[in-house]
């Protein structure tokens, strides 16, 4: 499909439109040009372009709020939750933000500002405001009055939060019971006390952690005094999940969570060169331990060849345990007594992967060189680097993770930087110390 | 809390239960000792232990099915859903999992054996039959007691299922319309009929996808024919998310997503070890390549402390591209003319960000050695190593995803292969060439 084509004309870009679901159109705009943007603005609905936007990440989230002006940006709020009301606007520039606010009703505005207080990764931050809060002294047949009335504009009906007098929330109750329940019974006789809520300031990782353990569908947020704020719903725990993990596995690599496929050359050089830099003043760590050693690789220049094997082993068996470590970190917390444990194992570990490939390694080089002691000093020295290489994979991610730092930044680079130091240093200052065997 | 302790006796036990969510005792289990499991088993009741069993985990489901007779099995079975009793069974050795079918009703066989016939990580094999299908010539206030009486057994009853005389899926209910809609009208007058589902043989990953991308709360699964076979719902998709991206996470560092901190020693070598011996083969390829420039290395010994600056920066780059292609790769296909555009920016990337950090390097090898040549060689040979680091970056994970394989896995062994092989073949070979000039 040729989007410049459907974008020609109005009736061919509808017709379109009305083919593919809104966030198929919100998952190609962002590689279309400026001017396709434009044009689908003036062919879309004040509702069917508020629900693109409602579908849109961040970025072409800011592109459609550059191309409309200010009246119209409130008639496509009028169709849109609060919550991704507050998401654009916190987007957009201090003067506009100031500019549309205005324009919104004190009711509205009260709600937006209150959403926008909160952190944007916080729980406050992705909760909606869109949810049916039953008092407890409702009958049954008033709390179905209300959810026809309310309902069609919350994201859940399944799950019913009950309050009392203080609006502190009581308990849920499950949509299936007050169908089911005699009509002029209370809300109270069928709401669930044992109700799993979190503070709005708790950090998204952590409520999707709670929400993907007790196999929720929506969760509740409230304040300290119980008073019910919002509620998350899983659609956006989802968002949350695959957001928390692209950032694990791309900062592992030192790489931004920005970059994709279709980043462009310019912006991939900005992301990615601050770090090769970063990693080039570690290699040259690397290179001077080499170096220190000069006079040794000179009279034994097999060396050269053999070192590289015991850092580039270090380097793999300490990648198996951080990626093991950041995994268990981004799902639940790890206790002292698990870290002693598990240092403990990784030496042993570290110890017997270590003398395995070790031994593997000095036989081969045996065979290459013929010398006894330098096969020796491989093997100390891989047993050496792998009990090295266990420790800082399990010490950098919980150090990170002690610091309130996430376990996946950077630590790739600490880690390579131990191993190849600490690698070279072993085998090449054994080797010194064996010198007169070796030559 | 000491769980020797609260298990001592049936009724500190049973207080325990009643204070946590089952969730929370089924994420525990897992460190139990069995005679711990023992006793849970039996001070529970049948619905207790049903539904800490549908919490649990393979391995946790396999160690209490252990400690429980077929009697009590089948009385657990009748206190869960179908599909997670298929997954209960399926773990179950052939002549139990037989004695288990026999004992159960002609029509519940019949469920169970549909369900086990679906391959574990596709739709079917993730797909509950409890969910709510309404024919579409019901009236409002018939769909309403339909609901009422089976709703209870059901995972979702937001979304109401709508079917023709011939079973096929013709659309979905939101149950906030049929709330509000007059008793006398017919389900097929508030039918959505745009409706996505997916067929049962589609993998698990891809239906997840589907759910995030269209902020789905269930998904139907429907046969060739269009009728519907069940559905699958948002909370099985968020276990479906975590467990693809822990997969992705640890097998581009070559772990088994069976490995936790928790693991024991001897499961952690037995894991871990074949992939280390894996790594010590293409470390030998690189440590080969080394020693077929042993004679330049010889006559100029520098080159052993520069050589690692080259191979190490390239693994670092190749890291960059391949982190981003596995993650793009997770969510969405790569269309060949995105992967050409790629390319080409790749090679670009490699050029621009190699003569950044080789120049740096440069410099910094022309302080410490002084000489000129083996300055130029150093830029020369980052860039080509960058341009290498790019390709395979890109390519690695690419032709895993065309072979159908996961492009996470090994991709790391892949591409370090590459970048040092080919990194320490560039530098030494260029220095080879230069040879007179740097001695």
């Known amino acids: 499909m040729d989007i410049k084509e459907v974008l020609s004309s ?11 679901h809104p966030a198929d159109i919100a998952a190609e705009i962002g590689e279309w040009e400026p001017e396709d943007l434009q044009k689908m603005c003036t062919y879309l ?13 961040d970025d072409e989230r800011e592109d459609i709020a550059g191309q409309v002006d200010d009246d ?56 909606t405001t869109a949810y049916i809060a039953l008092k407890e002294t409702l009958s049954i047949s008033q709390a179905l009055q209300k959810i026809r009335e309310i309902g069609p504009k919350t994201e859940v009906i399944e799950t019913l939060y009950v309050i009392n007098v203080h609006r502190q929330l009581v308990g849920t109750v499950d949509l299936r019971d007050l169908l089911a329940a005699p009509k002029d019974a209370t809300v109270q006789s069928i709401t669930d006390n044992d109700v799993i809520s979190v503070h709005p300031e708790v950090d998204q990782e952590e409520v999707a952690s709670l929400v993907a353990k007790y196999d929720l569908k929506s969760i509740p947020v409230v304040n300290a005094r119980s008073a019910i704020l919002g509620i ?17 596995i ?25 770090w090769l830099m970063i990693n080039l003043a570690t290699a040259f760590l690397a290179s001077f331990t080499v170096k220190m050693f000069q006079s040794t690789i000179e009279q034994v220049v097999a060396l050269s060849a053999v070192m590289t094997i015991v850092s580039g082993m270090g380097g793999n068996a300490g990648t198996q345990t ?5 995994r268990d ?32 390694t000095a036989v081969i080089v045996y065979f290459m060189y013929g010398n006894f002691y330098l096969s020796l000093i491989v093997l100390l020295a891989m047993i050496g680097n792998l ?12 150090t990170l993770k002690k610091l309130n730092a996430d376990p996946a930044i950077a630590s790739s680079i600490f880690l390579t930087t131990a191993t190849d130091v600490l690698g070279f240093f072993i085998f090449l200052g054994l080797a010194t110390v064996f010198l007169q065997k070796l030559v």
Do not use: W
């Not at 998350?232 to 694990?248: C, G, P």
């Not at 981004?330 to 598990?342: I, M, P």
């Open 10 to 20: 109005k009736e061919k870009f509808l017709a379109y439109y009305e083919s593919v």
């Open 322 to 326: 951080m990626s093991i470590l950041v």
């Open 45 to 57: 609905s004040d509702e069917d372009l508020a629900e693109v936007l409602e579908q849109c990440d």
């Open 232 to 248: 998350i719903t899983v659609d956006d725990i989802i968002d949350v999940i695959i957001d928390e993990y692209d950032e694990d």
């Open 387 to 398: 009990v090295i290489a266990g420790i800082f994979g399990l010490l950098i991610p919980l």
């Open 72 to 127: 119209r940006l409130v008639r496509l709020f009028e169709h849109m939750q609060k919550d991704d009301i507050a998401d654009c606007i916190g987007l957009l520039p201090t003067a506009r933000k100031k500019a549309l606010m205005n324009r919104m009703t004190a009711d509205d505005r009260r709600v937006i500002a209150k959403l926008l207080q909160y952190p944007e990764e916080s729980a406050g931050g992705i909760m």
């Open 329 to 360: 970190l981004s799902h639940d917390e790890v206790h002292t007594k698990q870290a002693v444990r598990a240092l403990i194992k990784e030496i042993l570990l570290g110890i017997i992967d270590g003398a395995s490939t070790g031994l593997v």
């Open 250 to 274: 791309l900062q592992m690599a030192g790489v931004s969570k920005e970059e994709s496929i279709d980043t462009t050359l310019g912006e991939s050089i900005r992301m990615r060169l601050p």
